[in-house]
């Protein structure tokens, strides 16, 4: 199955032009009259750092990205006078308004184009003097000689400007990609990390993470799936480097601390300089480059379905399970959904709802087992909430039964190792019998979800007829790992997921006099802080930014767990089944949904999230997904406690049409 992903930037797009770029005269007219006026500036030498453009550092830093690895990039240690980068951080931060963008890729604090300076008026541009200078020296003449001299980039453009300020807070952060969207030539970043008189520390994160890549399946380079630089950000530290398909791939480690903190954050100034265009000198039409982009690569993504026996007929929903198939299914499942009863409920409500979440779905003996299993081995290989750091190393998690997975422009997370062929598999019965918690995870994987039993349990609750399937069993850890958003272009697919991540235990409420002070406030997955939860999204206009959702309604919807619209029609509440006697969530809580006010209610319908699922455990996500439908599992935060487990099956499905009774 090939899945796509429809237009959009995988890294954070400034806003152009827009009339918001200040905090304060928000609502000032932009001067129609002031007209650009790139490389105006007459001599920038003096803003730089000394010997910046002697010919002896050109040579130097010409030779140093030459031998620049895993792809060629450069680090100039000090880029600006101190006092003019100061100044610069000062008006950015007392005039400039940030806003926070969050999609399947990023979740960054951003201002708006700076290009759009240009078009303010005179009283506004008073506010932002040495910004305008910073920004004028950048893409002065002298300075983009400079860059070609060093990267042998080609010509660069004066008139296309491309920058904004970018503020990563605790818990921002940007994934894997390559920066390939039209005439980019050069990506740059300039930072400015707070507080800057104390050198920004290594375990706070925001490190830039270069990326190695390798021969893909289809033979075009691909990521590594972990990197072999990472470079911290020091105050005026200049990185760039030249824009290349299938080559530049990087990240932005999370930052783990906060501005509780002596008001620390990850501030940069961070663009891209274009190529010539038309009517600038040195400008060539574009050449179709030979490598795709990460973007164009996500279009290529390939489910490998598996076949089930021939010799096996296929079962109709029409029928009831088979005694073979109960005797088999009870090892797995609680027995409430084994009930005639409960089967032919949970298939009315799909029918109209197109899906269902089912609570405690394994049976307790499993569950309780596998739970504490899980959890233990968090503690045992450094992702539980003591470990040594917030961000763990790539290898954690990643050994034994375990191995990663990526390419990390696609996703990144572990998964099982495959049995040796040859090796001997002993049955466990019952199956809560199993010590190893991965022994547990890998008979879910190998045996319930591929069996005839379970395809005859999801055509009896879904009135659909599984024809082929894929079951995977997937570990995400804290502050590595993710699934970017992917479509199926051309079919529906029955999504189920079986969600195995253990939830926090919460604290106690604070007590004053020995009386508690009420409710504590949701914590954890519940609060959608963590990340991890599982989205689906509706198909976007082209020209549209298909994964960006409003943050706020987001976690407003991992708090509530399941909400919004189902993967199917848009149309349907998707709310889920809940309970282990497969019936809604209580009057209650539908009462709870339908009090919203009118202004949360249109943002979520405007923000193109049909369905989010947070965390949970022992939970069954049945989703019917239709065609264009974009889907992905958002980044698991450093601030997880421990991983995010499921077991993640896909169905290839057919309608049934049973014969009519009638001769003709």
Known sequence: MTHRTHERSPSPQPE???????????????????????????????????????????????????GSAPFKHVVVDKLFQDDLLQRVKDEALAELSFSEKETDIYKVYQTGDLASLNYLDQQQIALLPSLLTLRD???????????????????????KQDMSIVSYRKGCHLLNHDDVIGTRRVSYILYMPLPHYQGWQREWGGALELYPVKPGPDGVPEPEAVPSKSIPPVWNQFVFFEVQPGHSFHSVEEVVVGESEDGRQRLSISGWFH??????????????PELKSSREQLASTQTDFKSYPENI??????????????????????PVYLQARTMKALASRFVDESSLELHSFLCAPLADKLRSGLKEKDDADGLGPNRATRIPPHTAGAEGAWALRGPPHKWRYCTLRAQ????????????????????????????????????????????????????????????????????????????????????????????????TNGEEPVRGWQSGEWGGWECYMAPHDEEDDPAVYRSGSSKKKAANGTNGT?????????????????????????????????????????????????PGYNRLLLVLRDEGVMRFVKYVSAAAEGSRWDICGEFEIGMVQEESDDDS
Request: with cysteine; hydrophobic share 30%.
């Open 16 to 66: 152009v032009s827009e009339p918001s770029l200040l905090k304060r005269l928000k609502s000032s007219h932009i001067s129609e009259s002031a007209a650009p006026s790139p490389g105006a500036m007459a001599d920038p030498t003096p803003h730089f750092a000394p010997d910046l453009f002697g010919p002896s550092n050109i040579h130097r830093l010409h030779t140093e990205y030459d």
């Open 137 to 159: 020296a950048l893409y002065s003449p002298m300075f983009r000689n400079f860059l070609r001299a060093v990267t042998g980039c080609g010509p660069l453009s004066g008139t």
């Open 275 to 288: 190529a010539a265009q038309p009517g600038e000198e040195g400008y060539q039409s574009e050449n179709q």
């Open 313 to 334: 007929e296929p079962p109709l929903p029409s029928e009831p399970l088979s005694e073979e198939h109960i005797s088999f299914l009870s090892e797995f499942l609680n």
């Open 420 to 515: 040796d062929a040859g090796g001997s598999k002993v049955a466990v019965s019952p199956r809560w019998a199993h010590t190893d918690p991965d022994e547990a995870i890998r008979s879910l994987q190998d045996e319930l979800f591929p069996s005839p039993a379970f395809r005859a349990w999801l055509a009896c609750v879904s009135n659909l007829l599984p024809l082929r399937y894929s079951a995977e069993a997937r570990r995400f850890r804290p502050g590595l790992d993710y699934t970017l958003a992917t479509s199926e272009a051309k079919e529906t697919r029955l999504d189920v997921v079986l969600g195995l991540t253990p939830q926090v235990e919460p604290h106690e409420p604070p007590a004053t006099n020995g009386v």
């Open 566 to 614: 189902n993967g199917s029609n848009g149309t349907n509440g998707a709310n889920g089944t809940n309970g282990t006697n497969g019936h809604a969530e209580d009057d209650e809580a539908e009462m709870r949904d339908a009090e919203d006010d009118e202004d949360e209610e249109e943002e979520e319908e405007d923000d193109g999230t049909l369905l989010t699922v947070q």
